[in-house]
Structure formats: C-alpha cells, structure tokens
C-alpha cells in the first residue's frame, strides 16, 4: 500500500489455449490475467495490420474465430496500467502470379506462341507443401459482344506451376493456377491467374503464308480483307492487341472468318489454313457447278421442253445439250479483270449463302440462262451443232 492506497490494478499475462498457428475457422480463446483477479479488462483486435478496435469478450475471456490468411493482435488492458499483446496467424495459401506487361495481362505473340506464366505457391502463418497443383486457360465468348456467340468457350487444362504449351497450340481469355496444400497442418487452398491477350500478326505475314491446304494468292488475300482487314483479334491490324478475337455476324472468327473451332479462334495460321480449306472447296464446287446442274431432274426436264418446242415449231430432232465449265482465270491475277467465272464463282460462294437455285443447288455467280417465252421460262441454247452435242 502507499499513502493507505491499494496499487492501481493491472494486467499480469495474457494466455491462449493452444499454441501455434490457427486453421481457417479455427478458434482460440485468450484468458487475461490480472491484479486484483477480479479487475475486468478491455478487449482490442486488430486483424491484418487494420486499426485496433474494441471487441466484446466474456469478461477476462475472448474467442477469436480466423479466416484464411489472418494476422491477428489481441489486447488486454486496463486503466492506468500496462496492457499485454499476442499474435496470432491463421494459415493460409496464396497463388503468387506476377503482372503480365499489358496491363497486367500476358501476351500471345504475333509469331504466335504463348507467354510463360509462372505461379508460386506463398504460405502462410508456417511452413508448408503443396500436394496438387493444376492450371486452365478458359475463355467465354459473350464476354465479347456484339457477335461472340453466347454458348461459345474453349477450356485447355494442364498441370504445371509453369505453363509449357505444345507447339501450335494457342490459347487465349484467363489463365488460371489451383493448388492444395497443407500448412502447419491445416488444409488450404488457393487460386489465381491473369488475363490474355492476343496480337494481330503483321499482314505481310499473312499475305506469304503458305500452309497444309495451299498458299495465300491473292484472290485469298482479297477474301481475308473484305472478311476482317486481316486481323485475327478485334485489335488494329499490324501487331494491335485484344482480349477478345474478332467475331462477326454468325459467330464467325478471325482473319478469314471461319467457323469457331479452338485451334482457329486463337491461332492465326491455323484460322488460314481452314480458311483456304474453305476457298478450295468453293473451286470446287465452282468447277463442278455445270456437271451437278446436268445432273438435275429440273435441267432434264428444261432440256425435254427445248426439245419439244424445237420439233413442234421447226420440225427439227431432239438434241444433246450440255453445260460448258466456267472459264478459268488467274487467282494470283493483280486486278479483277484477271478473274474468270470460276475465279469469281468461287469467291461468291465463300460467303456460305443458304439460298438455293431452280435446281435445287447451292447459289452460284454465274447460272443457266432461261428466257421467257410467252410467259413460260424456257432454256436458252446456243452454239447448236447439229452434229455435235450443244453447249450452252
């Protein structure tokens, strides 16, 4: 006693019933010590560096509940006397994935390859180990309107800290790292990633390709400009950047704007190559145009009525008639007047019109001439050989 005072109370110690980290949604119960024991003290938290409040305990007693990755100070204290602190972590797990250069996102290059991306397993409150990791670039195409098509994704898992992409496959949206561990004994888990984009490769690069289906002449060319400026990603062409490909009216894709398929979203020569697949097969169908139509019930019957009408009015016997094949042209031709009928019949039917001609065939550039005579359609013949079959 001093002056008949008793000593101002005080806290005394500051105990925990357990040691060590917590697990995430894990409990620790402080009980503070004082003089006199019966002296309540007041309770103050601080979590992850924050600004100490004052929390409500069970007189000498707080619970304290973590979540992943908390840092928690506890203190008790006392009016006018020494207050006492301890620091408690709860465990935890984060997925470390530096910034990529584009704004934090990485980037697919024009060549095209794709980034090295490396993720790093950070623990927290202890030691710990990493039992699984695993990884995914997924991408959903309405998250590029007006024309991405909503029911579009395209998903590439792997299993690696690091990503080491086949050659040749290209893949673009999030890259995403998963990995579960323990710490301290605690199961965690974490996640994390970053953005993609990709860059439009220059359009000399495109305009000298030459891959499994052919070559980029210049009827190809033309195509890949009318179809997007030659540009894979909705970027300016010539190394512009994008988050999302170019995607027009139907869901389309890409330079040579192709059906969706994951190889030809995200890679550009594999967008050329299915491109030319599609020109080659509209020569094709182009150059096989006059066969099909001979072929039709519909031209058997125009012919038959020909016929008819030439012995009917003239007196003349039936004759053969037949479809002379388009004329050929130069693909590589340096101006339009280099382009034939099956040059030109090919670049319309590039388009994949769904309409359909008298024959019942795919819409061509160029097709049977019919005239009318008094009011009924009739086959136009000419070049008549009456000893050789007729072309038309």
Known sequence: MTNGQPPPPKVTGLEADRDGPLC???????????????????????????????????????????????????????????????TWKVAD??????????????????????????????????????????????FR?????????????????????TTDFPEGVIRGGVISFSAKGIVNGCAVSAAGGAGLVGTNPQQTDIQNYSGSN??????????ACKESGQRQFDAPA??????????????????????????????WKKNLDAGIKKFNESVAAAEDYPKQVVKSEVFKGLVSDFNKRRQ??????????????????NFDAPTDSGLKERELDA?????????????????????????????????RVTNIDHCCPVKN
């Not at 052919?214 to 195509?223: D, E, N, P, S, Y």
């Not at 769904?354 to 359609?377: N, P, Q, S, T």
Request: net charge neutral.
């Open 93 to 138: 797990l984060q997925i470390d994935v530096p910034p990529g250069p584009n704004n934090g996102r990485y980037v697919i290059t024009a060549e095209p390859r794709m980034p090295v991306v490396t993720a790093t397993a950070v623990f927290q409150g202890g030691s710990g180990a990493i039992s699984e990791w695993e990884g995914s670039v997924n």
């Open 141 to 161: 195409a309405d998250d590029c309107p007006p024309n991405g098509p909503h029911d579009l994704k395209t998903i590439y898992p792997f299993s690696a800290a």
């Open 347 to 379: 670049i319309r039917g590039y388009d994949d019109s769904k309409d359909k001609d008298r024959f019942g065939l795919k819409l061509h550039e160029y097709r049977v001439a019919i005239e009318l005579d008094h009011g009924k359609e009739v086959l």
């Open 312 to 329: 009917q009015q003239q007196g003349l016997k039936p004759l053969d008639v037949v479809l002379r094949d388009f004329t050929k042209g």
């Open 214 to 223: 052919g070559r980029m002449h210049k009827a190809l060319q033309r195509i």
């Open 24 to 86: 995430p949604g894990e409990t620790v119960k402080f009980e503070a010590k004082t003089s006199p024991p019966s002296a309540t003290v007041t309770w103050q938290m601080a979590v992850n560096g924050g600004q100490s409040q004052t929390v409500q305990g069970d007189g000498n007693t707080l619970k304290v509940t973590g979540a992943s990755g908390e840092t928690i100070v506890v203190t008790a204290s006392l009016s006018n006397s020494v207050s006492k602190t301890r």
């Open 238 to 267: 010539n190394g512009g950047t994008a988050y999302c490909p170019l995607f027009g009216p139907g869901g389309k894709v890409g330079i040579m704007q192709v059906e969706p398929t994951n190889d030809v979203i995200w890679n």
